[in-house]
């Protein structure tokens, strides 16, 4: 179930008892509790000062407590409340973390890593329904993006942006070209990869061919591997499909108004744009823009490309 449907219904069910809590439950223990007060202060004054409590302010202290205290089960819903309707507001409309499961997005993000999600970037959007309620900044050609996946909107991808409405991106032997103008690259040394040699068992299947590529002069690492060829084997059946040409060299898309087109960094590992289709704006979650955490790399806290 989405996780966010979970805790809007949290939300809702321990609001409904804190609210009764304030209104109705409360009042009744704060007359019970004044009520035990009174009983002992009665039954002080009638056994007289001989047999009066030595301690009669802290007795009628632990009456009041006693008295006073949630019941477990309002203690588990109304108590809990405020935290959650907290945890609610901050991952709806502010930040919402993720964690990255797959190397589709090696080197700039790695398996492991913990990221955090800027939620209002792109406009505010209405927790369960995703219905832009600001309009917030245009999305940029080379943003990070978390969205939900088009083919099943339960599950939550992470790609880059690499082409707005309107825009003809062609992936071409392993070269992209947005707009008929080639984005420059820069070739650095091979990246190694060490899932990719623990999964193949052999040292140099590890190590993979790593760019730095230039979109609009936001520069992020690419990786490619010589070993794969470069066209797109079993496309899908998507919306629009009939905007891209696949032939043996790759595919080109022209992007559809409303959509984008997204690719991974690490791109012969990536299931993106090139074979599920185009991403609709009302799927977009947010910007990523931090790892908070990577338990085997502390040194990877930090902001990213």
């Not at 004044?34 to 632990?62: I, L």
């Not at 945890?87 to 997005?105: Q, T, Y």
């Not at 022209?254 to 289709?277: C, E, H, I, L, T």
């Given at each position: 179930?989405?996780?966010?449907?979970?805790?809007?219904?949290?939300?809702?069910?321990?609001?409904?008892?804190?609210?009764?809590?304030?209104?109705?439950?409360?009042?009744?223990?704060?007359?019970?509790?004044?009520?035990?007060?009174?009983?002992?202060?009665?039954?002080?004054?009638?056994?007289?000062?001989?047999?009066?409590?030595?301690?009669?302010?802290?007795?009628?202290?632990?009456?009041?407590?006693?008295?006073?205290?949630?019941?477990?089960?309002?203690?588990?819903?109304?108590?809990?409340?405020?935290?959650?309707?907290?945890?609610?507001?901050?991952?709806?409309?502010?930040?919402?973390?993720?964690?990255?499961?797959?190397?589709?997005?090696?080197?700039?993000?790695?398996?492991?890593?913990?990221?955090?999600?800027?939620?209002?970037?792109?406009?505010?959007?209405?927790?369960?329904?995703?219905?832009?309620?600001?309009?917030?900044?245009?999305?940029?050609?080379?943003?990070?993006?978390?969205?939900?996946?088009?083919?099943?909107?339960?599950?939550?991808?992470?790609?880059?942006?690499?082409?707005?409405?309107?825009?003809?991106?062609?992936?071409?032997?392993?070269?992209?070209?947005?707009?008929?103008?080639?984005?420059?690259?820069?070739?650095?040394?091979?990246?190694?990869?060490?899932?990719?040699?623990?999964?193949?068992?052999?040292?140099?299947?590890?190590?993979?061919?790593?760019?730095?590529?230039?979109?609009?002069?936001?520069?992020?690492?690419?990786?490619?591997?010589?070993?794969?060829?470069?066209?797109?084997?079993?496309?899908?059946?998507?919306?629009?499909?009939?905007?891209?040409?696949?032939?043996d060299r790759g595919v080109i898309c022209k992007v559809p108004p409303g959509?984008?087109?997204?690719?991974?960094?690490?791109?012969?590992?990536?299931?993106?744009?090139?074979?599920?289709?185009?991403?609709?704006?009302?799927?977009?979650?947010?910007?990523?823009?931090?790892?908070?955490?990577?338990?085997?790399?502390?040194?990877?806290?930090?902001?990213?490309?």
């Amino acid at each position: 179930m989405n996780f966010a449907l979970i805790l809007f219904v949290l939300v809702v069910l321990t609001g409904i008892a804190w609210v009764a809590d304030k209104l109705f439950f409360m009042p009744q223990r704060r007359r019970a509790a004044e009520a035990a007060v009174a009983e002992f202060d009665r039954q002080q004054a009638r056994v007289g000062e001989r047999f009066a409590d030595e301690n009669p302010a802290q007795t009628r202290a632990k009456l009041r407590d006693e008295k006073l205290r949630q019941p477990w089960w309002l203690e588990y819903t109304a108590s809990f409340f405020p935290v959650i309707l907290v945890v609610f507001l901050v991952r709806s409309f502010v930040v919402e973390p993720f964690k990255i499961p797959s190397g589709s997005m090696v080197p700039t993000l790695l398996v492991g890593d913990f990221i955090l999600v800027n939620k209002f970037d792109y406009g505010l959007r209405l927790p369960i329904t995703n219905t832009k309620v600001t309009e917030g900044r245009p999305v940029k050609r080379g943003d990070v993006v978390v969205f939900r996946y088009p083919k099943d909107e339960s599950v939550d991808y992470i790609k880059r942006v690499i082409g707005l409405p309107g825009d003809v991106v062609a992936y071409q032997d392993k070269k992209l070209t947005i707009n008929g103008q080639p984005v420059p690259e820069t070739q650095l040394p091979d990246f190694y990869d060490e899932e990719r040699d623990e999964a193949s068992g052999n040292q140099r299947a590890g190590y993979m061919k790593q760019f730095e590529e230039d979109i609009d002069g936001r520069k992020n690492r690419i990786l490619n591997n010589p070993a794969v060829p470069p066209f797109v084997v079993g496309a899908d059946d998507y919306p629009y499909r009939s905007n891209c040409n696949y032939n043996d060299r790759g595919v080109i898309c022209k992007v559809p108004p409303g959509n984008y087109f997204m690719m991974g960094d690490n791109r012969d590992n990536s299931a993106d744009s090139r074979y599920w289709g185009f991403v609709p704006d009302a799927n977009l979650v947010g910007r990523a823009f931090f790892i908070w955490m990577n338990f085997s790399d502390l040194k990877r806290i930090g902001s990213f490309e």
